[in-house]
């Protein structure tokens, strides 16, 4: 059968528990496969959320399991419980979930991933801030307390890169807000009239992978800015709902997908190099919008005797990094860390330590760099006589203050010139404009195949009446078609390695592989159809 069930909000032994909200703020919608063992860890996550704005939640099953609808009945109340016999993929069970939505935000999470305390609050609050975000990530993290994303880097051939994962070598933390080419749907928040606008996920991408790298790209399309807050923490595990293999065929699979239909905004991205600081610094830049690139040196405090230097500063730091064609850099060792915290919100980044080296690289650049207190070091020294930044050395508080008035002056008449009259300030960190950070071609473009279309042959998911018996076939069909093209990738994998060893040891026969290929092929293929056949969950991880 196929429906929903709401559970009792009055049952007694009901140990996770949501309260009734007549109009909520916030939709959360929580998608589970089967067993979905990780999932009521992730709502006991959301259930014990310190004071986060009005919510309702809607988990959206596919195929669930009779063990796990007796576990939600009896451990969980106030929540709406969707449930599909088919395994509709991650964007077809977020789909369904939106259309009973009352929340004018959607906040999608992962049923591997826990909430933090914070997680909700933070994301309404970075939209609140300005109607130009049209979607908001928050950071992930693994359980070990190591970041695994904070927003994801878009390069050339259409792959992403998780920002922060692994890289420790960084001089700085991807802890300050700031605009992104996307980032996982694990914990995203978008406004409803977008997701409404664009028609929710694209189920060409069926059953899972890259339909929320497409989604916010075609957010960006829609004239609103995709944002990462990093105050927002979820605690994720990835590929906890898929094997390793099944996760690989499908990203690869869903890949050419959207690198064709995405090829024109594709061209514009930075190629990786093999240098993680260097590449990474001007994807960063690309998109975020190509902003002005300012670093400011304050190798001492102001000097606090002088007047409000030190509220003064802070106010100008505030207004540069609010100017949407700014993006701020700060060097300032001596700051205290609930100063650091006020400044990465206004999407100020900071240089932590190896200013020096981080300026040595040749990918690294700016436009102005500022310094004030102390002496320059002798490679910032070094790069201001290159002339690689218009360079300004102040001596004085008065001074440095001086500049950043010229320099925020300079950014908003050119901000006027460019785009006429100037919209709201800025949010945190959306450097590069009000306007979409993508030039790709339309939604119609003719790049993409029609058999690529989603199973029932439309452009992009689109309101439903409720699931019926053809919805639940056309899914199943769906997923026929899938674990088809899975045993062949997976045979032919195999094949390979085969082959190789086949040529090692016959390599004086080297005509017989074909022969012997044919032969293993007999036996492998009904093997791995059997075992293949006991199933593969829909990933849980969209991170790429």
Known sequence: MTGSLATDPAAAHNSISFSEVGDPEVTVVVTGWRAAPLLTRCLESLAAMDE????????????????????????????????????RGFGGACNAAA?????????????????????LGELVATADSDPGIGAVAGALY???????????????????????????????????????????????????SVWDDLGGFDERYYPAYFEDADLC????????????????????????????????????????????????????????????????????????????????????????????????LRDLLFRLASQSRCFLTLYAPRIDRVERERLTRRGIRFIDSGLSGFLANPKVSFDTVLTYGG?????????????????????????????????????ESQAAALSGPPGPSGPPGLAGGSGPAVSARPLDSPDVAPDDL?????????????????????????????????FDWMIQKYRSRISTIVADRLAAHAQRVPAAWSLSKQYLRPLMRRVLARGHPTPGDRSA
Request: proline content about 7%; overall charge negative; hydrophobic content about 35%.
């Open 454 to 486: 989603a199973p029932d042959g439309r452009e992009h998911a689109e309101a439903l009446p409720d699931p019926d018996p053809e919805e639940t076939i056309r899914y199943m069909r769906a997923e026929r078609e899938v674990r088809e093209a899975y």
């Open 217 to 312: 790209l075609r957010v960006a399309t829609h004239g609103q800015r995709v944002v990462v807050a990093p105050t927002s923490r979820a605690y994720h595990v990835r590929s906890a709902s898929s094997g390793d293999t099944y996760s690989a065929f499908l990203s690869s699979r869903n890949h050419e997908v959207f690198a064709r239909r995405w090829s024109g905004l594709l061209a514009e991205r930075p190629q990786r190099a093999g240098e993680a600081v260097g590449d990474q610094e001007e994807a960063l830049w690309v998109a975020m919008g190509k902003p002005h690139r300012v670093l400011v040196v304050v190798a001492d405090p102001p000097d606090s005797s002088s007047g409000a230097v030190t509220g003064d």
């Open 52 to 87: 986060p704005p009005s919510f309702e939640v809607i988990v959206s099953l596919n195929d669930p399991t009779p063990s796990l609808l007796s576990e939600l009945a009896s451990s969980v109340s106030g929540a709406t419980i969707l449930i599909s016999e088919a395994n």
């Open 375 to 411: 002496r320059p070091s002798e490679r910032l020294t070094s790069v201001l006589r290159e002339g690689r930044a218009q360079a300004y050395m102040c001596s004085q508080a008065g001074q440095l203050s001086d500049r950043l008035e010229a320099l925020l002056r300079s950014l």
């Open 142 to 192: 693994g359980h070990d307390g190591s970041l695994v994303e904070a927003g994801s880097f878009l390069w050339s051939d259409g792959w992403p890169t998780p920002a922060g994962d692994g890289d420790g070598d960084l001089p700085y933390r991807y802890d300050w807000c700031r605009r992104v080419d996307f980032a996982s749907a694990a914990s995203l928040l978008i406004r409803r």
């Open 99 to 119: 259309k009973l939505a009352r929340g004018r935000y959607l906040a999608l999470l992962n049923d591997d991933a826990t909430a933090g305390p914070s997680w």
